[in-house]
């Protein structure tokens, strides 16, 4: 009791913070940085570094009352065949725009619902973007899978365009929970795509689960971990969810009371971290684990581990390029988001212009603090001589924010000069700690709670 009676008084069941899978963060974002510096960016690139290639699918047939994603619903295939389209058109915008021979290190797939493809749709889009940028040999193909919204010939398709790592959004298995949030997702529908990804030859799958779900409590908590684990994922993401009725109007849909308090949160997550550890997953980050031969276990353990808008990566691409609806690019030089509304996306690529609407050209300081954040982020840890083998002695100016975090938390972190570690009972302040480096705090932003 005492250890919660610390983490609370430093602000863990109070703070609202940004989960930075992005500094600076979306909200920052100006409509200064658009297209045109979009285009600059891409046709910049060296085609001797691969890049990273996300695709956003903004289309479910259910809508989840829990998610803040930029999706829409959809009862037929429609609109997402006349989507598919603007993507193509935006590839060969793209094609126009790149450096000859640029390859790809990785594909994501996200959503949205990216299995709400049919066969055709997913084999059609998978070599119409290795036809623009072809991949390297040892790529990774990953997508997002709603179990109730995939079959074998789905599976077959993914696999044969070279998918090697699902990403199985669960949640929660308890019924009660499923339907305070509006996702009905039996667990033997889940083990039967399991199985059928596996026999498919997938090498690498990865289960998206969530805590502070209404209605959720240790015992039903406690059954989900036990089901997962029988599942014997590869990795886990264990996300809290983000209470944000403001910004995602489907959440209004779920019922305030039923949502657990800022302890009960605390305590949900410490649990499924103690029995994922206890199965001999390893601890990667503030909510991932992974099994000890599965590469982001390996990248974390050889300081390699960044973090990405999929969350802890083992990804060394310096370059993303988004596609799609709200689709984020990181550059370089910085950040630019295409148009988030479907229309307005739609509407840019038909007049044959690159989506990019908002986003944020990076200064020599952005680029310091992104990786001082990324650092504390991934490891827990600040070491300003690393960071100045890329930044110079502009590091230095980080050294009164350090002394500054040490005289608020105390004994929860450790180090002198130079050096900041989190100790491993503080790290349910993460979040908070790596906050204390961001210079940029827009006006009003609105963030989720840090426990």
């Not at 997938?202 to 089901?227: E, W």
């Not at 599942?231 to 305030?256: C, T």
């Not at 599965?294 to 300081?303: K, P």
Request: aromatic share 6%.
């Amino acid at each position: 009791m005492k250890q919660i009676d610390r983490l609370r008084t430093l602000g863990l069941f109070d703070a609202r913070v940004p989960r930075y899978t992005s500094y600076p963060t979306a909200p920052v974002f100006s409509t200064d940085v658009c297209a045109p510096q979009q285009a600059s960016a891409l046709a910049a690139l060296d085609p001797a570094e691969p890049v990273s290639v996300y695709i956003h699918i903004p289309f479910c047939a259910r809508l989840c009352w829990f998610c803040a994603c930029r999706t829409q619903g959809t009862k037929t295939l429609s609109p997402v065949e006349s989507y598919i389209g603007t993507l193509e058109q935006e590839l060969a915008l793209l094609a126009d725009t790149l450096p000859e021979g640029l390859r790809m290190g990785r594909m994501h797939w996200g959503g949205g619902t990216p299995t709400i493809l049919p066969p055709a749709l997913i084999r059609w889009l998978a070599r119409a973007v290795k036809a623009v940028i072809p991949h390297t040999a040892d790529w990774e193909f990953s997508v997002e899978i709603d179990p109730t919204m995939v079959d074998r010939d789905k599976i077959a398709a993914l696999a044969d365009e070279g998918l090697n790592r699902a990403s199985i959004g669960i949640q929660d298995f308890d019924p009660v929970v499923q339907k305070a949030i509006g996702r009905l997702q039996p667990f033997g529908v889940t083990r039967a795509c399991v199985e059928d990804l596996r026999a498919a030859g997938i090498r690498s799958l990865n289960a998206d689960l969530v805590y502070g779900l209404p209605h959720q409590d240790l015992a039903r908590l406690d059954d989900t971990v036990t089901k997962v684990l029988d599942l014997k994922p590869d990795r886990i993401a264990l996300f809290g969810y983000a209470h944000v009725p403001w910004m995602s109007k489907r959440q209004q849909l779920i019922n305030e009371d039923a949502l657990p308090k800022e302890l009960e949160r605390y305590q949900l997550s410490e649990l499924a971290a103690r029995r994922f550890g206890e199965a001999g997953l390893e601890s990667i980050g503030i909510d991932h684990f992974a099994r000890p031969g599965d590469a982001l276990a390996l990248a974390a353990r050889s300081d390699r581990l960044r973090r990405n808008f999929q969350g802890y990566v083992d990804d060394a691409c310096a370059t993303l390029i988004g596609l799609g609806a709200s689709s984020i690019s990181r550059f370089p030089s910085g950040y630019i988001q295409n148009a988030a509304a479907t229309p307005a996306y739609v509407q840019r690529i038909e007049a044959g212009h690159l989506a990019g609407a908002r986003g944020h050209m990076m200064s020599d300081d952005d680029l310091m603090r992104a990786r001082a954040i990324e650092m504390i982020m991934c490891t827990f840890k600040l070491d300003l001589e690393t960071l100045r083998d890329a930044h110079g002695d502009a590091v230095d100016q980080l050294r009164s924010e350090i002394a500054l975090l040490r005289d608020r938390f105390g004994e929860m972190v450790e180090g002198r000069g130079a050096t900041m570690s989190i100790r491993p009972e503080a790290r349910a302040l993460t979040r908070i700690i790596a906050s204390h480096f961001d210079a940029h705090v827009p006006e009003g932003a609105r963030y989720s709670q840090a426990s």
